[in-house]
């Protein structure tokens, strides 16, 4: 089986997820503009569980907004407030990297966006995102598999790289990829264990307060205590955002990246400015400003796609969570976006105007604005993002105007 | 037949090592015939064995050893003698063509790599160096290890054994009868950790000595087991002389009452079995002389069998009350066929049988039932399997037996139709995990109840690598359908919407693989 493939599974503390290794070394082409003699970059970074648009970017100017999100709403007043990047959106305040490129031009938001998928379950919803189908197939490619393949020919440098101990299925396909994962990724995170824990308590008494004393066993070899710390998940993130960024930054290194990170499924005490959701933005944030200084000159170049399989409901749950939801956000950032913008056809938060009654509506859809930034950075055809990157996606026009 | 998801359950988790994935249909055939479906590997005894390409017999396997023994030796003299050469620059040899051929047996590594030949496997820490991956300099690289070994042929043959242990446990198709191999192979155990002859030998004893025997009789098993120089060596048997043996009065060393007394206690009769230190010492002069061949092959073929007749103590013995006239190498067989069959020996077994299958403290009319069997059949092993199978006791006790690691392992690798190419994965988390493969800490093997792998520490660890499992293979699968083939409807609500919910394929395997229908057997 390969039953965990943890081939460097050796001591203790030294559980690894390091050593990943997927298609053999090969090389793709460059794909520099002849025009201006850039050399475009992409990084694609997955998250994970189905963020919470209306807490990341929130319509602070919709008057339905603080009602609906209740106790974890954002407020551009009080002790930690939200930072406006508009009159009427605001950006979490844990985020402060963020509205700095926001502020420099180089980050941009897209409201109100969704894939094709219109259900709940994650791992259809991150099937369509990652396959770029429009229903879950389980089809073997990614679209950004199926974008490099579609690149013209030109000087050799090393293939798309997949980062993390697999191949995220938007990078998998018949264009060789190559794999990193930073060496010592801690190993079962925080919300798997308390996923197990909560299924042990109901059905396994013995083995949910064995696995509590585990988990409280390793926190304080580890020098925690025995609250969640999802701090160890935002070093995480930066810590693969340089790693990656290393990479990339060589000259024959990987123009294209993808990634995933892992724990935005926020049903219960998601927080607001501050609490859960808030560390994990913190790292999201960190890992954009890692990339933004391990790219270095390259940055100018730059396109950082962040993007989640479905948004959650507008209205906070009785655990002061989120259900899963439908239409959330999209974030570019990089010296190569046309940033300083939330661009959004805004639905509006009112009852009649929500999807089902319950989730922000989606009024963009996800992959013209992933078409635009293929498009902006590599030049590839509408016919081509259309039928091969896209399939059957001609109605989704590529959104102009993303890249500079 | 009715299917019963349950009973499949009962047939595929607490017989064997759980449902194979893919196309195999496992839960289906076992739900609706679970009986049928555990007992249909008892009828086929050659089933049992173990044959794979490359695998060779505990002579030549010790031979093997002597070897390799016999080359380290001397890459070490001849390195030795090659620094003093250098130390000394007048006796330094004119010819520079002996002294390259000098030069080059100087590294012990050389001469090792030679004896592991071209094709060594690559370690599992060589496959981060593997080309395809990248490092950015950036992340701090991990310190520069020192170049892998190749393997040696003890290592070489310890892997290939434990490969072709774990392809079988993860093909077949229920592992009832795999299962009472772990079982046979832990009760009558051994410890790689020995030394490098247990280490080779480690697969080899269990092919040989436990296999032929699962569904045969019970005293065949314990005679070829005690007269294995894998149990021989373990137990220090080929070190003890008859005091008043020819080999004994000449070189003042006497008896080793390791192996008696494990047989005893551990093998037959079971503590509190109704033996004395007497019976122990009379136990241990009658089994002198049983040993193997050593290198030189003076008694026979070097790392076979042998009685040593100069070992073995003259005399008759009395052992529980009986006399055993002395016939050589034929005393102590009449010796193990008593204790095999004693009242005492059908009791413990019966009860660890129990133990191991049903519940950590064994239902005492299954017990008592399984001990008539054993009486009656004369230890016959297939009765005694069949009776458990036939008890309704096992179909009704709840699952609260904790998998131990290994089974939790194969399980897995079951369920992911996964079969292992690397026996790498496995043996490392086997040691994280605290079971070893062939590596018990005592004569006791591994044990058997839920407290000792259902510990806090182990859970974790657990979790870490059943993430890992689920960050490297989640992508791939549908943890639902997965689910189907473990479980089906005899997985809970709370199992079930705990996958449904998990926010990625990855974590879902993850939290499949941690469910207590995938722990509990």
Same mark, same amino acid.
């Given at each position: 089986m390969d039953c965990s493939e943890n081939r460097l599974l050796t001591s203790r503390r030294g559980l690894l997820l390091g050593g990943a290794s997927f298609a053999a070394w090969a090389y793709l082409p460059k794909f520099a503009r002849a025009a201006d003699g850039r050399d475009p970059r992409l990084i694609v970074v997955i998250l994970r569980g189905a963020l919470d648009g209306l807490s990341t970017v929130a319509p602070v100017g919709d008057p339905d907004y603080a009602g609906l999100h209740g106790s974890i709403a954002l407020a551009a007043d009080g002790a930690h407030p939200a930072i406006m990047l508009d009159t009427f959106f605001a950006l979490h305040p844990a985020m402060p990297e963020f509205a700095r490129m926001y502020r420099d031009k180089h980050a941009a938001v897209i409201h109100a966006v969704a894939t094709p998928y219109r259900d709940r379950s994650h791992f259809d919803g991150q099937?369509?995102?990652?396959?770029?189908?429009?229903?879950?197939?389980?089809?073997?490619?990614?679209?950004?598999?199926?974008?490099?393949?579609?690149?013209?020919?030109?000087?050799?440098?090393?293939?798309?790289?997949?980062?993390?101990?697999?191949?995220?299925?938007?990078?998998?396909?018949?264009?060789?990829?190559?794999?990193?994962?930073?060496?010592?990724?801690?190993q079962a995170d925080d919300d798997t264990a308390m996923r197990l824990v909560d299924l042990y308590r109901h059905r396994d008494p013995a083995l949910a307060s064995a696995l509590s004393q585990g988990l409280q066993l390793e926190k304080a070899a580890s020098g925690d205590d025995m609250k969640r710390k999802p701090g160890n998940a935002v070093m995480q993130m930066r810590q693969v955002a340089r790693g990656?960024?290393?990479?990339?930054?060589?000259?024959?290194?990987?123009?294209?990246?993808?990634?995933?990170?892992?724990?935005?499924?926020?049903?219960?005490?998601?927080?607001?400015?501050?609490?859960?959701?808030?560390?994990?933005?913190?790292?999201?944030?960190?890992?954009?400003?890692?990339?933004?200084?391990?790219?270095?000159?390259?940055w100018r170049d730059t396109v950082v796609v962040v993007a989640t399989e479905f948004g959650r409901t507008a209205r906070i749950n009785g655990t002061d969570g989120t259900d899963h939801g439908t239409a959330t956000i999209a974030l570019l950032a990089g010296g190569a976006v046309k940033g300083g913008r939330v661009i959004s056809d805004w639905p509006s938060l009112k009852l009649a105007n929500l999807h089902e009654g319950r989730d922000l509506k989606p009024t963009t859809d996800l992959r013209s604005v992933i078409k635009g930034v293929l498009q902006g950075q590599f030049g590839l055809s509408d016919r081509v993002l259309a039928e091969t990157v896209f399939p059957d996606s001609a109605a989704a026009r590529p959104m102009k105007g993303l890249v500079v | 037949m009715a299917r019963d998801s349950q009973a499949a359950l009962v047939a595929l988790n607490r017989f064997g090592f759980g449902a194979r994935g893919g196309a195999s249909g496992d839960l289906i055939n076992a739900a609706s015939d679970p009986r049928g479906f555990v007992k249909a590997e008892l009828g086929r005894r050659n089933g049992v064995l173990l044959e794979a390409p490359g695998l060779q017999s505990t002579p030549q396997l010790g031979q093997a050893v002597f070897a390799y023994q016999d080359q380290v030796k001397q890459a070490r003299e001849?390195?030795?003698?090659? @620094?003093?050469?250098?130390?000394? $620059?007048?006796?330094? $040899?004119?010819?520079?063509?002996? &002294? @390259?051929?000098?030069?080059?047996?100087?590294?012990?590594?050389?001469?090792?790599?030679?004896?592991?030949?071209?094709?060594?496997?690559?370690?599992?820490?060589?496959i981060a160096a593997k080309p395809d991956t990248m490092q950015p300099n950036a992340a701090a690289p991990p310190p520069a290890k020192p170049a892998p070994q190749p393997l040696n042929v003890i290592q070489k043959t310890f892997r290939a054994?434990?490969?072709?242990?774990? *392809?079988?446990?993860?093909? #077949?198709?229920?592992?009832?009868?795999?299962?009472?191999?772990?079982?046979?192979?832990?009760?009558f155990c051994i410890s790689a950790g020995k030394g490098e002859l247990a280490r080779i030998w480690a697969g080899a004893f269990e092919r040989e000595a436990i296999r032929p025997h699962v569904l045969g009789r019970f005293a065949d098993m314990l005679k070829t087991v005690e007269q294995h120089p894998a149990m021989l060596f373990f137990l220090d048997n080929q070190q003890s002389l008859g005091p008043d043996s020819r080999a004994g009065q000449n070189r003042k060393r006497g008896l080793n009452e390791n192996l008696a007394r494990e047989i005893m206690e551990l093998h037959t009769l079971g503590v509190g079995g109704g033996y004395t230190q007497e019976d122990v010492t009379s136990l241990a002069r009658i089994i002198t002389g049983w040993t193997f061949a050593g290198r030189q092959g003076q008694l026979g073929t070097p790392g076979s069998f042998v009685?040593?007749?100069?070992?073995? *103590?003259?005399?008759?013995?009395?052992?529980?009350?009986?006399?055993?006239? $002395? @016939?050589?190498?034929?005393?102590?067989?009449?010796?193990?066929?008593?204790?095999?069959?004693? $009242?005492?020996?059908?009791?413990?077994?019966? @009860?660890?049988?129990?133990?191991?299958? #049903?519940?950590? &403290?064994p239902p005492p009319t299954l017990v008592a039932r399984l001990r008539?069997?054993? #009486?009656?059949?004369?230890?016959?092993?297939?009765a005694l399997a069949t009776a458990l199978v036939d008890s309704d006791e096992a179909w009704k006790a709840p699952l609260t037996k904790m998998r131990s690691p290994y089974d939790f392992l194969v399980a897995s690798g079951r369920l992911l139709a996964r079969v292992p190419q690397d026996p790498g994965p496995y043996l490392n988390s086997l040691n994280l995990l605290g079971q070893p493969l062939w590596s018990p800490a005592g004569p006791n093997g591994f044990p058997d109840t839920s407290a000792a792998w259902a510990a806090p520490e182990g859970i974790k660890l657990r979790l870490d690598i059943a993430s890992q499992m689920g960050a490297r293979l989640g992508n791939n699968i549908d943890p639902l359908n997965l689910l189907e083939f473990a479980a089906a409807d005899a997985a809970s609500v709370e199992t079930r919407r705990t996958i449904e919910r998990a926010e990625s394929r990855q974590q879902a395997l993850a939290l499949l693989l941690m469910s207590p229908e995938m722990q509990r057997r």
């Amino acid at each position: 089986m390969d039953c965990s493939e943890n081939r460097l599974l050796t001591s203790r503390r030294g559980l690894l997820l390091g050593g990943a290794s997927f298609a053999a070394w090969a090389y793709l082409p460059k794909f520099a503009r002849a025009a201006d003699g850039r050399d475009p970059r992409l990084i694609v970074v997955i998250l994970r569980g189905a963020l919470d648009g209306l807490s990341t970017v929130a319509p602070v100017g919709d008057p339905d907004y603080a009602g609906l999100h209740g106790s974890i709403a954002l407020a551009a007043d009080g002790a930690h407030p939200a930072i406006m990047l508009d009159t009427f959106f605001a950006l979490h305040p844990a985020m402060p990297e963020f509205a700095r490129m926001y502020r420099d031009k180089h980050a941009a938001v897209i409201h109100a966006v969704a894939t094709p998928y219109r259900d709940r379950s994650h791992f259809d919803g991150q099937d369509v995102l990652e396959s770029g189908y429009a229903g879950p197939g389980r089809v073997q490619s990614g679209w950004l598999n199926r974008a490099l393949e579609a690149l013209p020919r030109g000087e050799r440098v090393s293939s798309g790289l997949a980062v993390g101990p697999t191949t995220p299925l938007v990078l998998r396909g018949n264009a060789p990829t190559v794999g990193w994962a930073p060496v010592a990724l801690p190993q079962a995170d925080d919300d798997t264990a308390m996923r197990l824990v909560d299924l042990y308590r109901h059905r396994d008494p013995a083995l949910a307060s064995a696995l509590s004393q585990g988990l409280q066993l390793e926190k304080a070899a580890s020098g925690d205590d025995m609250k969640r710390k999802p701090g160890n998940a935002v070093m995480q993130m930066r810590q693969v955002a340089r790693g990656a960024a290393k990479l990339m930054a060589a000259d024959d290194g990987p123009r294209i990246a993808a990634l995933a990170f892992d724990g935005w499924d926020t049903h219960a005490n998601e927080g607001g400015p501050v609490g859960r959701l808030a560390f994990l933005l913190g790292g999201l944030d960190g890992a954009l400003a890692e990339f933004e200084s391990g790219l270095g000159e390259r940055w100018r170049d730059t396109v950082v796609v962040v993007a989640t399989e479905f948004g959650r409901t507008a209205r906070i749950n009785g655990t002061d969570g989120t259900d899963h939801g439908t239409a959330t956000i999209a974030l570019l950032a990089g010296g190569a976006v046309k940033g300083g913008r939330v661009i959004s056809d805004w639905p509006s938060l009112k009852l009649a105007n929500l999807h089902e009654g319950r989730d922000l509506k989606p009024t963009t859809d996800l992959r013209s604005v992933i078409k635009g930034v293929l498009q902006g950075q590599f030049g590839l055809s509408d016919r081509v993002l259309a039928e091969t990157v896209f399939p059957d996606s001609a109605a989704a026009r590529p959104m102009k105007g993303l890249v500079v | 037949m009715a299917r019963d998801s349950q009973a499949a359950l009962v047939a595929l988790n607490r017989f064997g090592f759980g449902a194979r994935g893919g196309a195999s249909g496992d839960l289906i055939n076992a739900a609706s015939d679970p009986r049928g479906f555990v007992k249909a590997e008892l009828g086929r005894r050659n089933g049992v064995l173990l044959e794979a390409p490359g695998l060779q017999s505990t002579p030549q396997l010790g031979q093997a050893v002597f070897a390799y023994q016999d080359q380290v030796k001397q890459a070490r003299e001849a390195a030795k003698a090659a @620094t003093s050469a250098e130390a000394l $620059p007048a006796q330094a $040899p004119a010819d520079p063509k002996s &002294d @390259t051929k000098l030069r080059r047996n100087l590294s012990l590594n050389a001469v090792m790599s030679e004896i592991a030949g071209q094709t060594a496997e690559p370690k599992p820490a060589d496959i981060a160096a593997k080309p395809d991956t990248m490092q950015p300099n950036a992340a701090a690289p991990p310190p520069a290890k020192p170049a892998p070994q190749p393997l040696n042929v003890i290592q070489k043959t310890f892997r290939a054994e434990a490969l072709a242990r774990l *392809q079988r446990a993860t093909l #077949v198709e229920c592992g009832f009868t795999e299962r009472l191999v772990v079982f046979w192979s832990n009760h009558f155990c051994i410890s790689a950790g020995k030394g490098e002859l247990a280490r080779i030998w480690a697969g080899a004893f269990e092919r040989e000595a436990i296999r032929p025997h699962v569904l045969g009789r019970f005293a065949d098993m314990l005679k070829t087991v005690e007269q294995h120089p894998a149990m021989l060596f373990f137990l220090d048997n080929q070190q003890s002389l008859g005091p008043d043996s020819r080999a004994g009065q000449n070189r003042k060393r006497g008896l080793n009452e390791n192996l008696a007394r494990e047989i005893m206690e551990l093998h037959t009769l079971g503590v509190g079995g109704g033996y004395t230190q007497e019976d122990v010492t009379s136990l241990a002069r009658i089994i002198t002389g049983w040993t193997f061949a050593g290198r030189q092959g003076q008694l026979g073929t070097p790392g076979s069998f042998v009685f040593n007749a100069n070992a073995h *103590q003259p005399g008759p013995q009395v052992l529980l009350g009986k006399t055993y006239a $002395p @016939t050589g190498l034929a005393q102590g067989e009449a010796a193990l066929a008593d204790i095999a069959r004693h $009242p005492s020996t059908a009791n413990f077994i019966a @009860t660890k049988l129990v133990r191991h299958f #049903v519940a950590d &403290d064994p239902p005492p009319t299954l017990v008592a039932r399984l001990r008539d069997v054993f #009486v009656r059949t004369d230890g016959d092993l297939k009765a005694l399997a069949t009776a458990l199978v036939d008890s309704d006791e096992a179909w009704k006790a709840p699952l609260t037996k904790m998998r131990s690691p290994y089974d939790f392992l194969v399980a897995s690798g079951r369920l992911l139709a996964r079969v292992p190419q690397d026996p790498g994965p496995y043996l490392n988390s086997l040691n994280l995990l605290g079971q070893p493969l062939w590596s018990p800490a005592g004569p006791n093997g591994f044990p058997d109840t839920s407290a000792a792998w259902a510990a806090p520490e182990g859970i974790k660890l657990r979790l870490d690598i059943a993430s890992q499992m689920g960050a490297r293979l989640g992508n791939n699968i549908d943890p639902l359908n997965l689910l189907e083939f473990a479980a089906a409807d005899a997985a809970s609500v709370e199992t079930r919407r705990t996958i449904e919910r998990a926010e990625s394929r990855q974590q879902a395997l993850a939290l499949l693989l941690m469910s207590p229908e995938m722990q509990r057997r």
